[in-house]
C-alpha cells in the first residue's frame, strides 16, 4: 500500500539564509540512492564526508542527517554530531558508530532511534522516497552549550543563533 502524502519542503529552506561550502562523499551523491551499507536494516554505516570552503571565522563543526519525508509531524533525525573542531574536514565511513569513533571533544546527541549514533535510513515500505539532508553546519563558537542528553531539536535551535555557513548533500532512499 503506497502512502500518499505532499513532499516536505527543504527543511534550510525554511531557516535564516547562511552562506555556503561544500561536501562531498565517497559514499553517496546527491540525488542517488543510499547504499545497502547505509541502510538500518542492513550496514547501518555511516558515510564518509569531507568538506571544504567553509568561513575562516569556523570554529567547531556539527554534522547531522535529517529525513523531512519521514511519516511524523517533525521529521526524523538519524544522526547529530556536536563540537568537532574545526581542524577536522572529514568523517570517515563509519564514525558515527559511536563516540568512541569520532575526534576527541566531539559526541553524538540521541538520534530518534534513541541511539547516540548514526541510524540508517528505515523507511516504511511503500512509502514514497525520503530525502536523507547530510549538513555539515559550520559554527562559530568551540562548543555549543549542549551536552548528550540534549534533543536534536536542542541542537539545531542552538545552531540557528552560531551557523556561519553549511554545506548539504541529499541521497535519497525508498523501499
Keep these: 500500500m503506497s502512502i500518499e502524502r505532499p513532499v516536505a519542503?527543504?527543511?534550510y529552506s525554511l531557516l535564516p539564509k547562511v552562506a555556503s561550502f561544500t561536501v562531498s562523499s565517497t559514499d553517496v551523491?546527491?540525488?542517488q540512492p543510499l547504499s545497502e551499507a547505509h541502510l538500518f536494516e542492513c550496514g547501518n554505516t555511516s558515510p564518509q564526508l569531507s568538506w571544504t570552503g567553509f568561513p575562516d571565522e569556523t570554529k567547531s563543526f556539527v554534522v547531522t542527517c535529517f529525513d523531512p519525508d519521514a511519516p511524523t509531524p517533525s521529521g526524523f533525525w538519524h544522526w547529530v554530531v556536536v563540537n568537532l573542531p574545526a581542524s577536522v574536514t572529514s568523517l570517515?565511513?563509519?564514525a558515527g558508530a559511536s563516540d568512541d569513533t569520532l575526534p576527541d571533544g566531539a559526541f553524538h546527541v540521541r538520534s530518534d532511534f534513541g541511539t547516540r549514533a548514526f541510524g540508517g535510513a528505515a523507511p516504511p515500505p511503500g512509502d514514497q522516497v525520503h530525502r536523507y539532508y547530510f549538513v555539515v553546519?559550520?559554527?562559530d563558537v568551540e562548543e555549543l552549550d549542549?551536552?548528550?542528553?540534549?534533543?536534536p531539536a536542542v541542537v539545531?535551535?542552538?545552531l540557528a543563533f552560531h551557523t556561519l555557513a553549511r554545506a548539504i548533500l541529499v541521497p535519497t532512499y525508498a523501499h
Design 9 to 11: 519542503p527543504d527543511p
Design 137 to 139: 553546519h559550520a559554527v
Design 156 to 158: 539545531s535551535f542552538n
Design 29 to 31: 551523491s546527491d540525488g
Design 146 to 151: 549542549v551536552d548528550g542528553d540534549a534533543s
Design 92 to 94: 570517515d565511513t563509519g
